[in-house]
Every structure is written in C-alpha cells, then in structure tokens.
C-alpha cells in the first residue's frame, strides 16, 4: 500500500491485490514478483513509497478468525540506476605492425559511472557492424577486447595481440569499426551497455619506395621486345612483384593508369629481390594497351613496385626511362638519291643493322603519283625480277655509290624523262631461314627518298 494510505482489516479482506504465501512453520522471506500491483491495483514503480502489511487468514481452530499485522515502515523503490555509455569513440591508424598495436581509439567516459565495473574496447568488423548488439558484446572471449579501467577518458593504441570480436588478428586493409561496452557492476549482464560505433577505419601499412634509375635501352638487333634490355635499383618495404611496363612515348601514364593494368600480358613481372635488377623483353611483349612492341616506334618504361598487401599496402611508380625506339633490322635508313652529271643515279644511305639476314638491296623507282598505294607486297613482287643495275650487294658498310637508272619503275612501265620519281630500298630477305628467322617481323622497304624528275636530255635507261 502507499504510504500515504492506511489500511483496516476489512480493506484488506476485501481487497483483490495480494501476495499469498503459505505458512513454513518458521520465519518467510519472500521476492516480490515484478508483476506485483499495490493494494489500488497500480504495478510497483521505482521512486514510489510504500508500506507493507500481512493479512493472516484463520482457519477452523482460530474459529476462522483473521488478522492484520501492523504496517512496515515506508520503503522507497530504488531499482537499478542505468548503466551509463561512453561518447565520441574513434578511431585511427596510428602505426604501421600490421596489427593491434596499430589501431588508436579514444572516448569519453559515461557521465555517470557509478553502476559500471569496466570498460571493454571491441573491434568489429564493418560488414558485421549493424548487427553488433549487447548480447553479442557480452559473449566476447576475454582475448577479443581491451578492457580499460572506469575513471577517466581514453586515447591509447590498442595492444598488439589483441584480436577482433570473431577471434581473427586485427591487420591492415580490413574495414573495422570499434565499440566499447560499459560493463555493469551488479552482477547482470544485460544491463551493460554498448557505445554508438566508430566511423569505419581501414588500417593501411607502409608506402613502398620506386627505382630512381629506370633504364631501358636497345642491346640487341632482332627488331622486336627483346632487343630491350631493363635495369634498375631494387625498391624498399614489402614488395610484392616489379611490374615492367611498355609505353608509347606520345602517351600520359600515371600510378592509377598502371594500377588499372591486370592483364599480365600487358607487363612484364619480376619477382622481388634484394639485388639490382636486370631482364630482357620478351620478343612477344606488349605495350600497355595491349598492342606488339615493335620497330619503329618509340616507347619509354615504367615500373610498377606492388605491396605485398599486408605490411606494405600502396603501390609506387617510378619514373619513365629514357625514351628508346627498336630499330628495324633489316630497313635501310637516311635513303639520299640524285642525279649526277652523267645521268647516273648517285645513292646512299645507312646499311640494315642486321646484314646477316639480307642477300642484296633492289633500288626501286616509284612513280610520284603511285607513291601512296605502294606497299611492301608490291615492293616484294618488284624486287623480285632481277635487274642487276638496281642491284647492290651488302657490304657491312653504308652504302654511297653510283648506278645506272632502272628501264623499268616498279608497275613495270619504262622510266621516262620529266617524270617525277620517288627511290626505295628494298632489303631483299636471305632464303637461309636460321639467318633469316629473327627478322620476321621487321619491314625490309626503306622510307622513301625525295622526289626526282629525269630531265630531258638525260641518257635515256639502256636494256642490258
């Protein structure tokens, strides 16, 4: 009853809102029930004062006499005070161990601590983090969280063996977020309470370094990826793998262009070492758009250092390397072609690289107005018919000599006077195929000369 009532023994009789405890002979102790209702049929409330009677019903040998005991002194519902939750948790990457140690969090105290034993730090998984409550909180294992003592605000690195809420190493490049449970001091634990979650933190390690001396040159005359030659100093921190990549000079590239490369045909990978680096392409070596390096175009190199992922976490790019284009093996270069006084043909120009894999150079006339449907089909169909004036035979040497003019252009028209004519050098490919297999790809038809007219008066070609 409340304590601003009093109650007679009728009251009590009639009223529909007790406890019935039956008698033991001895003295009773009893826990009210939570669902208990006051003597006005209201559940008991917390701050609410009451006082307490016992109604003894008689039975046949008290003549089925009742009685009412005297009140109790007032008593104040008390309950169990809430248990408070710390604020502003957060957390930071604050070392690079790849571990625990590495994770720095900090909070606010509750603002009332009275009812809290400990505080517990829990490290969580993101993809987990919605569905961490209490409950799960207060069956962490005791390896799974910090606990930090009640009294003061927190900011500390987390130790280094400590593990997540499912019992796995906190480690770099997993998303986390962190909650600290106020742990109740009486005993229950679903009246502690958990904190709101962090912002989600990734831990990330070391940066790797680049080779500062990237270099790329031409050691070899096959006309393709392996005449490159790539040497560099090795990168520090946890590398994973060299990345050698091949790209047109014309063409921007930077750390997210390589980043995006996962074709490995599109680079060329070397595994990680402690020494200076040195590889050659291969001949079937691609660029990073994914076309053939080859002759006559020029590329410059990258490498792409790789983390490992773990201790190291961001990859690096060095620089480019010198600018280098594979020569044609067997194209003939610097092509000059003139007239002299006696009506001869004065050519020169700078020998294949690769003299092995040639028989002879065919000199061959192109009419001005077919120049721009002349091909290296039609160049080899031309050089093809023998024609020992426009013939000449490698020397080892770059070439300057005097030749009689050709009767015959390459469409196999006569070669006249006042028409104006443009000269090829067509490397005629040797019929040895051990001399000639490391030239397959290469052009043999040289860039053409300036222009020339045969004036009138020059002496006319002769049939031999």
Same mark, same amino acid.
Request: overall charge neutral; cysteine-free.
């Given at each position: 009853?409340?304590?601003?009532?009093?109650?007679?023994?009728?009251? *009590?009789?009639?009223?529909?809102?007790?406890?019935? &405890?039956?008698?033991?002979?001895?003295?009773?102790? +009893?826990?009210? $029930?939570?669902? =208990? @209702?006051?003597?006005?049929?209201?559940?008991? %409330? +917390?701050?609410?004062?009451?006082?307490?009677?016992?109604?003894?019903?008689?039975?046949?040998?008290?003549?089925?006499?009742?009685?009412?005991?005297?009140?109790?002194?007032?008593?104040?519902?008390?309950?169990?005070?809430?248990?408070? &939750?710390? =604020?502003?948790?957060?957390?930071?990457?604050?070392?690079?161990?790849?571990?625990?140690?590495?994770?720095?969090?900090?909070?606010?105290? !509750?603002?009332?601590?009275?009812?809290?034993?400990?505080? +517990?730090?829990?490290?969580?998984? %993101?993809?987990?983090?919605?569905?961490?409550?209490?409950?799960?909180?207060?069956?962490?294992?005791?390896?799974?969280?910090?606990?930090?003592?009640?009294?003061?605000?927190?900011?500390?690195?987390? @130790?280094?063996?400590? @593990?997540?809420?499912?019992?796995?190493?906190?480690?770099?490049?997993?998303?986390?977020?962190?909650?600290?449970?106020?742990?109740?001091?009486?005993?229950?634990?679903?009246?502690?309470?958990?904190?709101?979650?962090?912002?989600?933190?990734?831990?990330?390690?070391?940066?790797?370094?680049?080779?500062?001396?990237?270099?790329?040159?031409?050691?070899?005359?096959?006309?393709?990826?392996?005449?490159?030659?790539?040497?560099?100093?090795?990168?520090?921190?946890?590398?994973?793998?060299?990345?050698?990549?091949? &790209?047109?000079?014309?063409?921007?590239?930077?750390?997210?262009?390589?980043?995006?490369?996962?074709?490995?045909?599109?680079?060329?990978?070397?595994?990680?070492?402690?020494?200076?680096?040195?590889?050659?392409?291969?001949?079937?070596?691609?660029?990073?758009?994914?076309?053939?390096?080859?002759?006559?175009?020029?590329?410059?190199?990258?490498?792409?250092?790789?983390?490992?992922?773990?201790?190291?976490?961001?990859?690096?790019?060095?620089?480019?390397?010198?600018?280098?284009?594979?020569?044609?093996?067997?194209?003939?270069? *610097?092509?000059?072609? #003139?007239?002299?006084?006696?009506?001869?043909? %004065?050519?020169?120009?700078?020998?294949?690289?690769?003299?092995?894999?040639?028989?002879?150079?065919?000199?061959?006339?192109?009419?001005?107005?077919?120049?721009?449907?002349?091909?290296?089909?039609?160049? !080899?169909?031309?050089?093809?018919?023998?024609?020992? #004036?426009?013939?000449?035979?490698?020397?080892?040497?770059?070439?300057? =000599?005097?030749?009689?003019?050709?009767?015959?252009?390459?469409?196999?028209?006569?070669?006249?006077?006042?028409?104006?004519?443009?000269?090829?050098?067509?490397?005629?490919?040797?019929?040895?195929? #051990?001399? *000639?297999?490391? $030239?397959?790809?290469?052009?043999?038809?040289?860039?053409?000369?300036?222009?020339?007219?045969?004036?009138?008066?020059?002496? !006319?070609?002769?049939?031999?």
């Amino acid at each position: 009853m409340k304590s601003s009532k009093n109650l007679t023994l009728s009251q *009590a009789y009639a009223n529909s809102y007790f406890t019935t &405890v039956n008698k033991t002979g001895s003295t009773i102790t +009893r826990d009210l $029930a939570s669902t =208990t @209702r006051d003597s006005d049929g209201e559940l008991i %409330q +917390r701050g609410s004062s009451y006082r307490v009677y016992v109604l003894s019903l008689g039975n046949s040998y008290s003549n089925y006499t009742n009685a009412l005991s005297s009140a109790s002194g007032a008593v104040t519902i008390q309950g169990i005070m809430e248990v408070g &939750v710390v =604020t502003d948790v957060t957390a930071v990457d604050a070392g690079d161990s790849n571990n625990a140690s590495d994770l720095k969090v900090s909070f606010k105290k !509750a603002a009332n601590e009275t009812n809290i034993r400990e505080y +517990r730090i829990m490290v969580v998984k %993101q993809a987990n983090a919605a569905n961490f409550k209490v409950a799960q909180a207060n069956n962490v294992g005791i390896n799974n969280y910090d606990s930090v003592p009640i009294g003061f605000d927190f900011s500390k690195a987390l @130790r280094p063996d400590t @593990r997540d809420v499912d019992d796995q190493p906190i480690k770099n490049m997993v998303d986390y977020q962190v909650f600290v449970l106020s742990v109740s001091n009486n005993g229950n634990n679903a009246l502690s309470a958990l904190s709101a979650p962090s912002a989600p933190i990734k831990l990330t390690g070391t940066t790797v370094t680049v080779p500062s001396d990237v270099y790329a040159g031409i050691e070899s005359t096959n006309g393709n990826g392996s005449d490159v030659v790539v040497r560099f100093s090795p990168a520090t921190g946890s590398i994973n793998e060299y990345r050698i990549m091949v &790209v047109p000079s014309d063409q921007g590239f930077g750390l997210d262009d390589a980043n995006r490369i996962t074709d490995r045909n599109w680079y060329t990978s070397v595994a990680a070492t402690n020494s200076k680096v040195e590889t050659t392409l291969s001949a079937s070596v691609k660029d990073v758009n994914g076309e053939d390096v080859k002759s006559g175009y020029k590329y410059k190199v990258f490498v792409l250092v790789v983390a490992d992922g773990t201790v190291s976490t961001t990859n690096a790019m060095s620089k480019s390397s010198k600018e280098f284009e594979i020569p044609n093996p067997i194209q003939t270069t *610097a092509l000059t072609a #003139k007239l002299d006084a006696s009506g001869k043909l %004065q050519v020169d120009f700078k020998k294949a690289v690769n003299e092995t894999s040639i028989d002879a150079y065919r000199v061959l006339f192109v009419e001005k107005s077919q120049m721009k449907d002349f091909n290296l089909q039609k160049a !080899a169909e031309a050089a093809g018919k023998e024609d020992t #004036k426009a013939t000449i035979k490698p020397t080892n040497k770059d070439i300057s =000599t005097l030749i009689d003019i050709p009767t015959k252009d390459v469409s196999g028209k006569d070669i006249t006077a006042d028409t104006e004519y443009a000269v090829y050098v067509y490397s005629v490919p040797t019929k040895d195929v #051990k001399k *000639a297999s490391s $030239a397959q790809a290469a052009t043999p038809l040289s860039l053409p000369s300036k222009t020339l007219i045969l004036k009138t008066g020059t002496p !006319a070609p002769t049939t031999p």
